[in-house]
């Protein structure tokens, strides 16, 4: 589930999960393949670079990378890939904004609507809840890479950062979509680690609920990310 507060630690809880599962690799490989639709070479094609360095920082074996380059680009046959954003209700009501892709829209649909089904969620209709969200970019900076903090914060948003964060031990980055190539790019120059670095979808307002909706949400969300199909699923959880 995506959020900022506590970032890092739903981030590093998703990934182990992902990697318990045995998942990640299938749906970093579809990612691949995706991006790979607009270009071969991660040089001229940043969506395949990203979706190549998000699969080399999960440990992802170089000919799975280059085989899901190659699919992607036409040099493999296979199945047809295609993303897919699904809209939907948690428990409470709660807006669900579910990201994937699947070789098989008619099989995935069925699937994703069952699994909202048995934990109190529905599929919701078309623009019934991304309204909600914005595309955005999510940049994270650990304080350890840092010499001047607020000098830096000053250049991100010259540089084009729509906000910059500080909590959690560190920096995050919100930047306009258009602009986070660049914001990214930045940073490379100046040597600056990023520990995450994305195209997220942001509620636009967020809410607070009580601790038993929450444990209902992340029960409902993880049953979601376990499918092999899904990708992430946003909440406009506080």
Request: net charge negative.
């Given at each position: 589930?995506?959020?900022?507060?506590?970032?890092?630690?739903?981030?590093?809880?998703?990934?182990?999960?992902?990697?318990?599962?045995?998942?990640?690799?299938?749906?970093?490989?579809?990612n691949?393949?995706?991006?790979?639709?607009?270009?071969?070479?991660?040089?001229?094609?940043?969506?395949?670079?990203?979706?190549?360095?998000?699969?080399?920082?999960?440990?992802?074996?170089?000919?799975?990378?280059?085989?899901?380059?190659?699919?992607?680009?036409?040099?493999?046959?296979?199945?047809?890939?295609e993303?897919?954003?699904?809209?939907?209700?948690?428990?409470?009501?709660?807006?669900?904004?579910?990201?994937?892709?699947?070789?098989?829209?008619?099989?995935?649909?069925?699937?994703?609507?069952?699994?909202?089904?048995?934990?109190?969620?529905?599929?919701?209709?078309?623009?019934?809840?991304?309204w909600m969200?914005?595309?955005?970019?999510?940049?994270?900076?650990?304080?350890?890479?840092?010499?001047?903090?607020?000098?830096?914060?000053?250049?991100?948003?010259?540089?084009?950062?729509?906000?910059?964060?500080?909590?959690?031990?560190?920096l995050?980055?919100?930047?306009?979509?258009?602009?986070?190539?660049?914001?990214?790019?930045?940073?490379?120059?100046?040597?600056?680690?990023?520990?995450?670095?994305?195209?997220?979808?942001?509620?636009?307002?967020?809410?607070?609920?009580?601790?038993?909706?929450?444990?209902?949400?992340?029960?409902?969300?993880?049953?979601?990310?376990?499918?092999?199909?899904?990708?992430?699923?946003?909440?406009?959880?506080?």
């Amino acid at each position: 589930m995506s959020g900022h507060s506590k970032w890092h630690k739903i981030h590093r809880q998703k990934g182990a999960a992902d990697a318990k599962r045995g998942n990640i690799f299938t749906k970093l490989a579809k990612n691949i393949a995706i991006a790979a639709r607009n270009g071969a070479d991660p040089e001229m094609n940043y969506s395949l670079r990203m979706a190549i360095d998000k699969a080399k920082s999960a440990n992802m074996p170089k000919d799975k990378i280059e085989k899901a380059v190659k699919r992607g680009s036409g040099q493999l046959e296979g199945e047809q890939l295609e993303s897919v954003i699904y809209e939907a209700y948690g428990p409470n009501g709660i807006p669900l904004l579910i990201e994937g892709v699947t070789d098989n829209k008619n099989r995935t649909t069925p699937e994703i609507k069952a699994i909202l089904s048995k934990n109190g969620g529905s599929l919701g209709a078309q623009n019934s809840v991304k309204w909600m969200f914005e595309h955005k970019g999510v940049i994270r900076l650990s304080f350890d890479d840092i010499e001047n903090k607020d000098e830096l914060i000053l250049e991100l948003i010259d540089q084009g950062a729509e906000d910059v964060k500080e909590e959690d031990g560190g920096l995050t980055v919100i930047t306009f979509f258009e602009n986070f190539e660049k914001v990214k790019k930045y940073l490379e120059e100046k040597n600056l680690k990023t520990d995450y670095a994305e195209i997220e979808w942001l509620a636009k307002e967020k809410q607070t609920v009580d601790e038993e909706v929450l444990e209902k949400i992340d029960k409902i969300v993880d049953r979601l990310e376990e499918h092999d199909d899904v990708n992430n699923v946003y909440t406009n959880l506080d």
